[in-house]
């Protein structure tokens, strides 16, 4: 569902939602949730039991990609349409496989989980409602209007539905972090691992 609802707009404008606003109010709220997320680099709306298909090199480790880590849950792995059974965890960014003796295959990997906020947090919940205000607010391919001394600014196509600068402020702390902030780790090597490539199937 996205990060909020047509009753948190509602509470916002005033009044209650009329039923032939109702769909395009559904409607923002979806592309916002979007446009945030894609902003963000994170999915943050809550997706419950989901199938992921992650792509392992060999090695006792399997990296989840960051998009994926808000909330993160997984509760099953499979090769192959079979459930894996040896022992695995979670560390926080990557499956581990922690008997010793097995290896992720290369190739897909499907992991079902859950992730993203189980319940946003308020500002994100704000940052929708504002969007979706706002854009409500504008007449059909205006951008941006002024009441004093009346300026309009029309938009370009495509772009009538885009976050405002007041909204990616309001969204620092949630972006994932590009490449200019890297931290670098010595990582301990994986348990010593023996014969084939087994996944404990």
Same mark, same amino acid.
């Given at each position: 569902m996205p990060l909020a609802t047509v009753e948190d707009v509602a509470a916002r404008i005033g009044r209650p939602v009329l039923d032939d606003e109702n769909s395009r109010i559904s409607?923002?709220?979806?592309?916002?949730?979007?446009?945030?997320?894609?902003?963000?680099?994170?999915?943050?709306?809550?997706?419950?039991?989901?199938?992921?298909?992650?792509?392992?090199?060999?090695?006792?480790?399997?990296?989840?990609?960051?998009?994926?880590?808000? *909330?993160?849950?997984?509760?099953? #792995? &499979?090769? @192959? $349409?079979?459930? %894996?059974?040896?022992?695995?965890? *979670?560390?926080?960014?990557?499956? #581990? &496989?922690? @008997? $010793?003796?097995? %290896?992720?295959?290369?190739?897909?990997?499907?992991?079902?989980?859950?992730?993203?906020?189980?319940?946003p947090p308020a500002t994100l919940r704000a940052v929708a409602c504002s969007e979706v205000v706002r854009w409500l607010a504008l007449s059909p391919g205006v951008e941006r209007e002024r009441v004093g001394e009346v300026e309009v600014e029309f938009a370009g196509a495509g772009s009538a539905q885009a976050l405002s600068s007041t909204t990616r402020s309001a969204l620092a702390s949630y972006r994932r972090r590009g490449i200019g902030s890297l931290t670098l780790r010595k990582v301990a090597p994986c348990p010593e691992v023996g014969g084939p490539d087994v996944y404990g199937l």
């Open positions: 409607a923002f709220l979806a592309d916002v949730t979007g446009l945030v997320e894609d902003y963000c680099g994170r999915e943050l709306d809550r997706r419950e039991d989901q199938a992921l298909t992650l792509y392992a090199e060999g090695g006792c480790r399997l990296l989840v990609p960051s998009r994926y880590l808000t *909330f993160f849950s997984p509760s099953s #792995v &499979l090769v @192959d $349409g079979a459930e %894996v059974t040896a022992d695995w965890s *979670f560390n926080g960014r990557q499956l #581990v &496989l922690t @008997d $010793g003796v097995s %290896v992720w295959p290369e190739g897909p990997v499907t992991v079902v989980a859950s992730w993203g906020y189980p319940v």
